[in-house]
């Protein structure tokens, strides 16, 4: 599977799962993330969640996409918290569902992850075995 073939898999679930760790426990939670053509990966956090100091303390994340096929994408990377203006305004244009929790890209509760991704795999239903994701 392609960096690309494994970012459509990613849109077309819509919707992942973030773990996280806290102390020395897994913390598993669901995200709507957006990606960008270069797949970055952004993740909107309310600012007051236990996931901002557990990605303080420990970046290493994975997450885990699967799409209606059943096919399914994992990545691995360091996240940061940022407040970028411009990220989180990316961010709100392109995931209409933020809108239900937060008042615009400058409310105080909306915090930004951003996830430099260090590894990928991905399997497809056509294949049916794992595959290094190349996401240079």
Do not use: H
């Not at 970012?7 to 819509?14: C, N, P, Q, S, Y």
């Not at 970055?40 to 996931?51: D, G, M, P």
């Not at 990545?75 to 940061?80: H, P, V």
């Amino acid at each position: 599977m392609t960096k690309d073939e494994a970012i459509d898999l990613i849109k077309d679930a819509g919707f992942g799962f973030l773990a996280t760790t806290e102390n020395d426990q897994p913390r598993l939670r669901p995200i709507g993330p957006y990606v960008d053509a270069e797949g970055k990966v952004f993740i909107a956090l309310f600012s007051n969640r236990r996931s901002i100091p557990q990605i303080q303390n420990n970046p290493k994340v994975e997450m885990c996409f699967v799409d209606r096929k059943m096919s399914y994408c994992r990545i691995s990377g360091n996240a940061k918290i940022t407040n970028n203006d411009e990220n989180k305004k990316i961010m709100w244009d392109n995931s209409p569902m933020l809108k239900q929790y937060f008042s615009g890209p400058e409310d105080p509760n909306f915090s930004l992850a951003e996830v430099e991704i260090t590894q990928a795999e991905a399997m497809s239903v056509s294949d049916q075995s794992y595959q290094e994701v190349a996401w240079e």
